[in-house]
Structures are given as C-alpha cells and as structure tokens.
C-alpha cells in the first residue's frame, strides 16, 4: 500500500484519460463492480494458489468476504446474473483498483490500479480477439511507447502439448506450474523423465519467436489437431494484425499461462524495454461467466497503471498551464489577491496563491509544477511576471498579462 503525491497523480489521470477516450470511441462503457465480493463468487476461476492471495474479512453475519484480485471475475458475475440476451455483445471498460495479498518480507506491492476492458457475448472469436489486440496496441501508441511487444499465446496449444506429452493431470499440474513460473531446468528436468525426444520440440516451443515459418516447421512435428487448429487461429490472428500495420509488436510466446484458472484461449502479456513487469495482459475466458449463470463467450484485458507510467520515462504527460500568485511584501490583503487569481483563472489557468511570506519563491513554484510566478505590485494593476524556465522578468498590467495567457498554448 503507498501514498501517491500531486505531481505522479496528474499524470497518472492523464494516461486514464488518454485510455478513456480510446475505450470510449470504440464504444466501450465504463462499469463499476464493488470492491468486495463473496469469498465463494471470487475464488470461482481464480486456482488453487490465488486463493492464497486473497485478502478476506468476516462480513457481520459470518460470511467470508474478500477484496477483489482482479475484475474480470467481478465482470463476470455481473454478466451472469444480470445480462439479457439482448443487451449482448456488451463492452465494457472500467478504472479499478484490485487487491493481492503478498507475504510481508517481500516488499510487493498489494494493490494494483489497472484499466481494462471486457468483450462479452461475441460469437467471432477471432474477430472479437482482433478488437481487443488493436485496441491495446493504439493506447499504447496513443501514449507514446513504441518499443514494446505483445507476446501471443493459447491456452489450447498447452493443452494440446500436453495431450502430445500423454501426460496424467497430476503431472498436467506440475507442469504447468513450472511455466507459469518460467522455471527451464524444472520443465527440461521433467521432460528428461517423460520423453527426450519431445524435451526438444517442446523446449523450442516455450522460447519467444517472431519467425511464424520457423514456428509453422516446429508445429509440423506435432501430430496433434488442437495444436493445428490453434496455430491456424493464431496464424489468421496475426496477418489480420500485420493488415493494420502492428505485426511489428507481436511475437509468439507459448510459455504464456495465467495462474487464473478461467482462460479459455488466447493468452497475451505486454513488454516494455527497460521494464522488467509485464505492463498489461488479458485473454479469452470462454467458460468463466457461465459459473454465474449465462452461457456468454468474452474476451478482454487490463492494463496495470503504476508499470505502464513507469514505462513512459521522463514523457511529459501533463502540461498544466499554472501560475504561483505571490505578495512577499503583502501589499495586497487575500481578498485582493482572490480577486486577481480569480481573473487569471477565467483565463483557463490554474492559480496557486503563496500566502507564507518566503524567500525563494522559485524553487516552490518549480516544485509545485508552476510555469509563472506573478508577483503583485504595490499598484494592484500591475504585476511582476517571472518565467520558472528561462528566468525571464517583466512588468505586466493586469489586462495585458490576462490576454497573454489566453494565448498561451504548449511549445
């Protein structure tokens, strides 16, 4: 849990807002689910480990209740207990925080602020899958980044590796614990004991690749109709893509596999250079909303906030046109000076007034992500303007100063 100050919260509201008008455009409406939910409706989908994870409380009549680890369960639930028929596809987007217990040694975090979006009710699943995708990618883009990659899995081509594999579900589970953690000496351990002459095809196949031929020869190998069907969606997921000018962002990636146990089909995570956490990640859970009642295919993703702001670097994300009003000689009383701030404000400018008498006006108003600081005169319809940038001073009259700011625009 942390506290977020000014300066890291404008600009975190600046990439929701730039998120919310793409969500928005592509007809996407925001929900908001309750941030506890019934320990018994939370943990449906959720996996054995991620029961672990949940922070829970005792409701007043003893009901165990839990803060919500993700929304796409929360969704979920709303979907199947309250959707019509009619009102399908749905689209919904949402800017929430979820809530993940972490053991106290770690120094992880708990609470993570995501945007994300959920496709519900499609029947084209490759179609639905491509929104999703394209959507992703232009937020992204919309933000600034550009060195980034969607890594593409399947649920079904694992499933099919393993059907290949001729494994039992016990060793199914074991695994895929070990890809789920990424652990390579563990998976070509245990393939060592199942059948070395698979350990390579497979090892191959859980290894990042952009090369779509090179995969295609792999896949060949693998007389397995899941894995086929599958390599054909992703194969079609992909050309649709490079038609809108993304294949430079998509790599495959089969060691993808989610703790959640209600993914159904495509899995993606996002990376960033110089960022070791994926920034967003999302999938197909097919299944997950038919625990709570409807029979409704969805697709979707979230975005993590606090990664994807420290993705962007030094980007300027926010330019607030703001002025730091000051009286070091108190020449004017605070009714004055409301006066003047209220006149500047009319011009669509932010007016922070410095009440405390101090010596180095500059370094506070830099810190406080002033632009201008505008000092009163002794004659109130004057002012001393300074620019924080260039250190540039002048002597305004308050008409001319308030029509140079409604002209002022970003450089």
């Known amino acids: 849990f942390r506290d977020i100050l000014p300066v890291e919260s404008a600009e975190r509201n600046e990439i929701k807002k730039i998120i919310g008008s793409i969500f928005r455009s592509w007809g996407y409406g925001e ?4 941030v506890m939910e019934y320990t018994e409706n939370i943990s449906i989908g959720v996996g054995k480990s991620w029961k672990e994870k949940l922070i829970n409380f005792i409701d007043t009549d003893g009901s165990l209740i839990s803060l919500r680890t993700d929304m796409t369960i929360p969704v979920a639930r709303l979907a199947g207990m309250r959707l019509n ?8 987007c949402y800017f929430s925080d979820v809530f993940r217990q972490k053991s106290s040694q770690t120094g992880d975090k708990r609470v993570f602020s995501q945007a994300g979006l959920e496709f519900l009710g499609s029947a084209e699943k490759l179609d639905a899958d491509l929104e999703i995708l394209i959507i992703m990618i232009r937020i992204l883009k919309s933000l600034g980044l550009d060195e980034f990659k969607a890594g593409i899995g399947h649920i079904g081509f694992i499933r099919g590796l393993f059907e290949w594999l001729g494994i039992d579900n016990d060793k199914k589970a074991e695994l895929k614990k070990y ?9 070509g351990s245990f393939l060592d004991k199942i059948d070395r002459s698979k350990k390579k095809i497979f090892m191959s196949l859980m290894q990042p690749e952009n090369d779509i031929k090179r995969l295609s020869e792999i896949a060949a190998e693998i007389n397995n109709e899941e894995v086929s069907e599958v390599f054909k969606y992703l194969r079609d997921l992909c050309n649709m893509l490079e038609e809108q000018g993304y294949g430079k962002y998509i790599i495959f990636d089969f060691s993808i596999i989610k703790e959640f146990d209600y993914y159904t089909g495509l899995l993606f995570e996002i990376y960033s250079t110089g960022i070791t956490d994926t920034i967003g990640s999302g999938g197909r859970y097919d299944g997950l909303i038919r625990k709570f009642g409807a029979n409704i295919p969805a ?28 009286d070091p000689g108190r020449k004017a009383n605070m009714t004055e ?26 370094s506070i108003a830099v810190e406080k992500g002033c632009t201008i600081i505008a000092e009163a005169l002794k004659d109130l319809s004057k002012i001393k303007v300074t620019y924080c940038k260039n250190g540039n001073i002048g002597i305004r009259s308050i008409n001319s100063f308030l029509e140079e700011l409604k002209k002022w625009k970003k450089n």
């Open 299 to 326: 697709t979707g993703f979230a975005l993590d906030i606090d990664t994807l702001h420290g993705s962007l670097g030094d980007r300027q994300l926010v330019f607030e046109k703001k002025i730091m009003l000051a």
């Open 337 to 362: 000076l409301i006066n003047i701030a209220d006149k500047i404000r009319n011009t669509g400018t932010d007016v922070e007034i410095l009440i405390d008498g101090v010596r180095d006006i500059k």
């Open 85 to 92: 028929r009619n009102q399908l596809p749905a689209r919904f």
């Open 179 to 187: 890809i789920v953690n990424k652990d390579f000496v563990m998976i």
């Open 31 to 34: 929900i908001k689910t309750p």
